[in-house]
RNA sequence: GCCCCCGUAGCUCAGCUGGAUAGAGCGACUGCCUCCUAAGCAGUAGGCCACAGGUUCGAAUCCUGUCGGGGGCGCCA
């Protein structure tokens, strides 16, 4: 139930109506007439610009048109005012009796108040993490997960048939580079010293698969050629660094629906066929490209490659897709895996990409754009660097030599409700701070706290008034008589919970999941405003002493609030405190 | 040189598929605990929404340009 849709419906019945008596002209696009939350709570509950952008094609005056739909509004029992307002908005206010009977509505509901036809079904495809397998995750990419994963869930709730999925960069030369790293870990298991040069991983992780392997296979490939080992050893070694990631993400309560492996494209026909696919389309050509300008390359020479016509879709140059050698670029495998989703027949694909693979959105979406000829839209989603701060000193992270702040390390630290959260709570191209102990502190400016506390103060009240013998359920709350919560208090928070459906759209339209977060924390205002309201005003505490009926009627309002923050946490994956301790 | 992102209060940031007098937190100042958790709330102060044009009834929001910050730019993944 979306009360704002539900009344812009209502609005164009009403310029419907007025068509039909000849006040306005037929055949008028209502596609921009819209119905908000007017900035100002002054100018009521809800305002449409409807006048406003239907005056130029009608003909008319804003004012007129805005005072001829006033008239048929007013009739509705829902509206108790429509006035005209600037240069003619129609500002709206609702019954008091919509606000008061909201709670009833959340609660009979529960989870799925808010939840949306949106997506209609349609099919999702939601990329994300896809961290090389040479690993465990840092934080880089724990904030990939988060946004990922949350994003999925959003548009789950908006009505999307949503898979989450993992693509393994297991087919380039970094995993031959993680083979002979685990191979050092493997001699050094035998007794052996070894070195570290550059070029391989040193880190310690590297320690434990190098002793499994060892403890598989004994003493076989020691003094033995790269080619007798590196296949056997690569395989052994992704696996082993896969099964770190899949713990990483437990870690995090992220799950996928699907993991792709780049290798699985190779000798079997996939990138080919790919490939072939846009040859149909007469969008691949053999050619020289221009040096890059400005970037002074070295050992520039022109080459001929096999390139991809991307310019034709959209991108700034075409991209090679082999090399002169007559091996695949990295770029071959993405096409075919992204043909690959656009095969199994998604409506829509989203890759979350670190703000570092910026360089390749035009040209990713160059190929899904002729792969599917133009139907599968792409939407690539960059996630900016998070910046850790302990203690008020930047926390730095070096890859190279081997120490960089985990995904373990963070979650171990703070939790993954806590991780989760803080990392929602910014636009994903922002950059982030994430400050180890703001993160946990307890207070007005840690919004997972704040929001934590809000809900954990509603389970309060409700453990306080089940003690005084008060019936709390969901069943027994919606119950509840609607006018004893008429305080206009209380309809401001009842008006805030109503938000939520049109923002889970909003948000979800817009790939955007912290939206979520920053509306929780405003949900969270009211409602703790409201609760100290009850300091000056005793009729507005939610538990009334010796008023069974009254206390069941607020308490429906604040548990209404706690059923929209549960639900809203649901998305980001932040587990509801119950109490704060 | 070209492409992408960003520039909003002293600080950190929301708001951006155009809407009325631009918001929040922190910091500063002032109030509120005999009362469901003051881990909270209320209020005051603080702005040329980087700059200049354009589109529009209306621009922080869309377009163009300038300046400033970040990222990226043919055989590397």
Redesign the pocket.
Known sequence: MNLFTDIRARVLEAIEALQSEGVLPEGLNTAPV?VEP???P???DM?T?AA??LA?PAQKKPRDIAEALAAHLGTDDRIASAEV?????L?LRLAPTVWQGLPETVLTQGADFGRSTLGQGEKVNVEYVSA?PTGPLHVGHTRGAVFGDALASLLDYAGYDVTREYYI?D????VDVLARSVYLRYLEAQGHTVEFADGTYPGDYLIPVGEALKNLVGDKYVDQPESVWLEYVREFSTDAMMEIIREDLRLLNVEMDSFFSEKSLYGTGLIESAIESLRDKGLIYRG??E?????K?E?????E?TLFKSTEHGD?VDR?IM???G?W??FAPDIAYHYDKVQRGYDQLIDVFG????????RMKAAVSALSDGKTPLDIK?IQLVKLFKNGEPFKMSKRAGTFVTLRDVVEEVGPDVTRFVMLT??N?????FDFDKAVE????NPV??VQ?AH??VC??MR?AQAAGIDVSDAALAQADPALRAHEAEQGLAKKIAEWPRLVE?AA??H?P??VA?WL?ELA?EL?????????V?E????QEDDVAASQSKIALARAAAVVISAGLGILGVTPAE???
């Open positions: 819209t007017p900035r100002d002054l100018h009521g305002a610009n406003m952008v130029k307002a600037g240069p003619g908005f500002n090389n960069n087919g380039g030369a970094q020289v490209l040096p890059p300008k400005g970037k390359p050992d520039w020479e022109p080459r490659q700034d090679p090399k002169s050698d091996a670029t990295y703000a570092d693979h910026g360089g390749y959105v035009k960059l910014r636009k191209d922002a950059p982030l701070d307890q207070s007005r400016d706290f704040y506390y954990a103060r309060s009240v306080k909003i339209r817009g955007e912290h939206k920053i924390n205002s703790h405003a409201l609760w100290n309201k009850g300091h000056d005793p507005l505490r939610f538990l109490e704060m301790r």
